[in-house]
């Protein structure tokens, strides 16, 4: 049991889940005894219902290891997405040149800008749009039949990449 004049030293808040260092001093033997890793519980921990634990908090908040290694989750986008996506880049830069090249042919006269506005409108049917959304369609009705699919019960697809990542293998 502590004491108002019982303290604990411990190490600063770090992110190093595995090392923990630290004294406890009571009051009336003055002894510090040593804490390590060993005498550390972790957040939810369950104790038996057989035992007993007498516990004290050190650090809270951002402060926990939990919050400390934290990471930023990373978007996950499928390579799919990702070649369509640069695929859609390079038909842009194409349809722009081709529509430079066509108004120099023309030669810069009158309101050129105005035509190379139109010829670009013209040739923005290049870029396939509807193919993006169609594809997107297509990965939910796979993911919706991956987890409704009878011989994989019990199947669940947190991301509609699976069936992509799955024919990639």
């Known amino acids: 049991m502590m004491f108002q004049d019982d303290h604990i030293l411990a190490m600063a808040p ?16 003055e002894r510090p005894v040593g804490l390590s890793v060993e005498n550390t519980a972790w957040a939810n921990t369950v104790v038996a219902s057989a ?5 004290i908090v050190i650090n809270t908040g951002k402060e926990t290891r939990m919050s400390m290694n934290m990471k ?3 978007q996950k986008t499928g ?3 990702l070649e369509i996506n640069w695929l859609t880049k390079v038909l842009f830069v194409n349809m722009l040149i081709l529509a430079m090249v066509i108004i120099s042919a023309e030669g810069f006269v009158g309101e050129w800008y105005l035509k190379y506005f139109k010829i670009v409108l013209i040739l923005s049917s290049i870029i396939p749009i509807s193919m993006k959304i169609s594809l997107d369609f297509a990965k939910v009705y796979y993911s ?12 669940i697809p947190r991301t509609t990449t699976i069936p ?3 024919g990639r293998i």
């Open 144 to 155: 919706y039949s991956i987890s409704t699919d009878a011989d994989i019960a019990g199947c």
């Open 164 to 166: 992509e990542e799955l």
């Open 51 to 55: 035992g007993y634990m007498l516990g």
């Open 72 to 74: 930023v989750p990373r």
């Open 14 to 29: 770090n992110d190093q889940i595995y090392d923990f260092k630290g004294k406890f001093v009571d009051k009336f033997s």
């Open 79 to 81: 390579k799919v997405d």
